[in-house]
């Protein structure tokens, strides 16, 4: 067994909070069973669900159910608040026809019911600069002009490049993240010429705007007429602090925002933009989300989740950052399935070949091969091997796809709430060893892109993809 999944059973007496847990996860397995089936029936079968274990929870003993009753009773009455508008009486039988059309919608406002209560005070500090003191600073590589009555920003990676252009938002809470700041920051810290190449063209136009709920449209629009797609932009609550929405951004180099009057930017994405050294950020609650870390044992050690050494793992193969530093013991962590969603990402680009022979270089080094893996396509194999629903082709994820997706995200959160308000440990445990809080730094230093075997990695690809659907064939006959 390789040192990457060593993991240590701890026993312990169970207790009620044990049995009430394992109730917990009985309800949620049976609600998502039932999303497997087709959506016309989703809301009625979950609510009548819902009703049969309120009743089975009411039968418990009283030390058991006190962890369950409350928000079993709070989800079963947005269910009867969803299926009874205003103007019905509250007596009123529940519409069996009713669609649950709004699934998506309604994943978001049960998020609330587990909410885990956050005790920490942003601490970050930010800075910003103006687009006239950006073109002043750097004038071959920012100028500002108007087109069409629109404010425009163009920025190029040197004197001889070509422009490339954004619209300067209209509006004061809509902001550019990802690409566009990041540009701009690495002009701005006159970073190493590569990673600023490594960001132009942009891949897509990504937002974040504020916004009071059910408030949204004013700022969809906007964001839409910037070149954002819906998927491409994130509304926040408009009662959040810039500081507190950017500390929870994956890597510390995303903590810069673009927007009406220039760019803003902390102090740790300054130092990345200048260093090309990235680090994922503290882990911090973000409900759906999660976080990309959490701090393990009574000695604080952050450990980089699956999710997030796919972040850094991404940024460092494309040239977007040059390395970054984990723990020896995050060794012992399994990206999983973040190698299939990060191969496929990489699949579609016109330099695959590279991407992928740089991602099984960088996994390599971070201790996340196996012992007689040679290349990318043997990780993967065995990846998929554990992962076999995985897909890799290009349709997109329909509505009931992603409302699945995001209700196995909402499992998660109502587990990590019980664990936290219920002080439930998990029972399972990373091994320690001597000098497993030793940091180390991952990069590509010393590696050099060998274009033929990049050409072959790129060739092998649909070999890859025809040899997965093999497989599944002769599984399904």
Same mark, same amino acid.
């Given at each position: 067994?390789?040192?990457?999944?060593?993991?240590?059973?701890?026993?312990?007496?169970?207790?009620?909070?044990?049995?009430?847990?394992?109730?917990?996860?009985?309800?949620?397995?049976?609600?998502?069973?039932?999303?497997?089936?087709?959506?016309?029936?989703?809301?009625?079968?979950?609510?009548?669900?819902?009703?049969?274990?309120?009743?089975?929870?009411?039968?418990?003993?009283?030390?058991?159910?006190?962890?369950?009753?409350?928000?079993?009773?709070?989800?079963?009455?947005?269910? =009867?608040? +969803?299926?009874?508008?205003?103007?019905?009486?509250?007596?009123?039988? /529940?519409?069996?026809?009713?669609?649950?059309?709004?699934?998506?919608?309604?994943?978001?406002?049960?998020?609330?019911?587990?909410?885990?209560?956050?005790?920490?005070?942003?601490?970050?500090?930010?800075?910003?600069?103006?687009?006239?003191?950006?073109?002043?600073?750097?004038?071959?590589?920012?100028?500002?002009?108007?087109?069409?009555?629109?404010?425009?920003? =163009?920025?190029?990676?040197?004197?001889?490049?070509? +422009?490339?252009?954004?619209?300067?938002?209209?509006?004061?809470?809509?902001?550019?993240?990802?690409?566009?700041?990041?540009?701009?920051?690495?002009?701005?810290?006159?970073?190493?010429?590569?990673?600023?190449?490594?960001?132009?063209?942009?891949?897509?136009?990504?937002?974040?705007?504020?916004?009071?709920?059910?408030?949204?449209?004013?700022?969809?629009?906007?964001?839409?007429?910037?070149?954002?797609?819906?998927?491409?932009?994130?509304?926040?609550?408009?009662?959040?602090?810039?500081?507190?929405? /950017?500390?929870?951004?994956?890597?510390?180099?995303? =903590?810069?925002?673009?927007?009406?009057?220039?760019?803003?930017?902390?102090?740790?994405?300054?130092? $990345?933009?200048?260093?090309?050294?990235?680090?994922?950020?503290?882990?911090?609650?973000?409900?759906? +989300?999660?976080?990309?870390?959490?701090?393990?044992?009574?000695?604080?050690?952050?450990?980089?989740?699956?999710?997030?050494?796919?972040?850094?793992?991404?940024?460092?193969?494309?040239?977007? $950052?040059?390395?970054?530093?984990?723990?020896?013991?995050?060794?012992?962590?399994?990206?999983?399935?973040?190698?299939?969603?990060?191969?496929?990402?990489?699949?579609?680009?016109?330099?695959?070949?590279?991407?992928?022979?740089?991602?099984?270089?960088?996994?390599?080094?971070?201790?996340?091969?196996?012992?007689?893996?040679?290349?990318?396509?043997?990780?993967?194999?065995?990846?998929?091997?554990?992962?076999?629903?995985?897909?890799?082709?290009?349709? =997109?994820?329909?509505?009931?796809?992603?409302?699945? +997706? /995001?209700?196995?995200?909402?499992?998660?959160?109502?587990?990590?709430?019980?664990?936290?308000?219920?002080?439930?440990?998990?029972?399972?445990?990373?091994?320690?060893?001597?000098?497993?809080?030793?940091?180390?730094?991952?990069?590509?230093?010393?590696?050099?892109?060998?274009?033929?075997?990049?050409?072959?990695?790129?060739?092998?690809?649909?070999?890859?993809?025809?040899?997965?659907?093999?497989?599944?064939?002769?599984?399904?006959?």
């Amino acid at each position: 067994m390789s040192e990457r999944r060593q993991l240590v059973s701890v026993e312990r007496a169970p207790d009620a909070r044990d049995a009430a847990y394992a109730d917990l996860h009985r309800v949620l397995d049976k609600c998502l069973e039932i999303l497997e089936s087709h959506s016309s029936n989703w809301f009625t079968r979950l609510y009548r669900t819902l009703l049969k274990e309120r009743e089975r929870i009411d039968l418990l003993p009283e030390d058991q159910k006190i962890f369950l009753s409350t928000q079993i009773d709070q989800i079963i009455d947005l269910f =009867q608040s +969803w299926a009874r508008p205003n103007g019905k009486k509250r007596d009123q039988k /529940l519409d069996s026809e009713l669609v649950f059309s709004d699934m998506k919608e309604r994943v978001h406002a049960l998020e609330s019911i587990f909410e885990i209560d956050r005790e920490h005070v942003s601490s970050i500090e930010l800075d910003s600069r103006g687009y006239d003191e950006l073109a002043e600073s750097h004038p071959e590589q920012i100028q500002l002009i108007e087109k069409d009555g629109d404010r425009i920003l =163009q920025f190029r990676e040197n004197a001889e490049a070509d +422009w490339v252009e954004v619209q300067i938002p209209s509006m004061d809470n809509v902001y550019y993240k990802g690409g566009a700041p990041r540009i701009v920051m690495k002009i701005m810290s006159d970073s190493d010429p590569s990673l600023l190449g490594a960001e132009i063209p942009m891949n897509d136009i990504d937002i974040l705007a504020w916004s009071d709920k059910g408030d949204e449209s004013d700022v969809v629009k906007e964001a839409l007429d910037l070149g954002a797609d819906l998927e491409g932009i994130e509304v926040v609550d408009a009662d959040k602090t810039m500081e507190e929405t /950017l500390e929870v951004r994956d890597v510390d180099l995303n =903590q810069c925002l673009l927007g009406k009057d220039g760019v803003v930017f902390s102090r740790k994405a300054q130092e $990345a933009a200048n260093t090309g050294k990235i680090e994922i950020m503290d882990p911090i609650e973000r409900g759906l +989300w999660g976080s990309e870390s959490y701090y393990y044992s009574e000695d604080s050690l952050k450990v980089v989740k699956g999710r997030g050494l796919y972040r850094l793992f991404k940024f460092v193969a494309e040239g977007k $950052a040059t390395s970054f530093s984990q723990l020896k013991i995050n060794r012992q962590v399994n990206m999983g399935i973040y190698w299939l969603v990060l191969a496929r990402k990489f699949s579609r680009k016109a330099n695959s070949g590279q991407l992928l022979n740089r991602l099984y270089e960088i996994g390599k080094r971070a201790g996340q091969t196996d012992e007689g893996e040679n290349d990318i396509y043997d990780v993967l194999h065995r990846v998929h091997d554990k992962y076999p629903f995985f897909t890799f082709s290009d349709e =997109q994820q329909d509505t009931e796809d992603i409302v699945r +997706w /995001l209700s196995r995200k909402l499992k998660k959160l109502a587990d990590r709430q019980f664990r936290s308000k219920h002080h439930v440990e998990p029972n399972q445990f990373h091994e320690r060893f001597e000098g497993d809080d030793v940091e180390e730094v991952i990069s590509l230093e010393g590696y050099v892109d060998d274009e033929k075997k990049d050409d072959e990695a790129s060739a092998n690809w649909n070999v890859y993809i025809d040899s997965i659907t093999s497989k599944e064939k002769s599984q399904a006959a």
